[in-house]
């Protein structure tokens, strides 16, 4: 059995840890509705890039090409053209990568903040329920259930955009290197 001064300090921490969870109580609502919004924003991107593949346009790979073409005049005291090229080619995938990095940021932080949003409700829920107040146990319930399907919601819905996202950028990331190999061949 603990002794009274091992007790209290106990209690402190309880209640310290307590109150830091409520503290994060509306940063993590905050953020879970943040990701819901930035959601939608990748989601509009998304459709968007689809728009343009479906007609043609693939906007990295064009990019890359002007790159290629600009690298085809040499400058004094520039590396040689394979030099150049392969240049072009790690931006293309660098640019490619970051474009990724909004999405799979979801992927990662959804379920950590649906999670945060399920147990911190559950806390103040379960202090409702020790003073008998079921109306405020009940609200913290419900604030918590969602907090988790929305927070998996965006993740899993992250998910499926970068599987897509990242089939297409290998795909042109595929073109892209096709292309400085094709000039090098031509130029050599």
Wanted: aromatic share 6%; net charge neutral.
């Amino acid at each position: 059995m603990f002794n009274l001064p091992t007790d209290a300090a106990i209690r402190s921490i309880e209640t310290l840890l307590y109150s830091i969870s409520n503290v994060l109580y509306l940063p993590v609502l905050l953020g879970i509705a943040a990701l819901v919004l930035h959601m939608l924003v990748c989601f509009g991107t998304f459709f968007a890039e689809w728009f343009e593949r479906r007609r043609g346009v693939r906007v990295l790979v064009a990019t890359a090409r002007q790159e290629m073409s600009a690298a085809l005049t040499r400058q004094e005291g520039q590396p040689a053209l394979d030099a150049r090229l392969e240049r072009v080619v790690q931006r293309a995938d660098a640019a490619g990568v970051r474009r990724l990095d909004g999405v799979r940021f979801v992927v990662r932080v959804g379920p950590a903040l649906g999670l945060m949003g399920t147990l911190i409700p559950m806390g103040i829920s379960l202090a409702g329920l020790a003073q008998g107040n079921l109306p405020k146990m009940a609200e913290s319930m419900t604030t918590a259930f969602t907090a988790t399907v929305v927070g998996l919601a965006c993740s899993v819905a992250a998910y499926v955009l970068t599987l897509v996202r990242e089939h297409w950028l290998r795909s042109d990331l595929t073109e892209i290197a096709f292309a400085a190999e094709s000039l090098l061949a031509s130029e050599g």
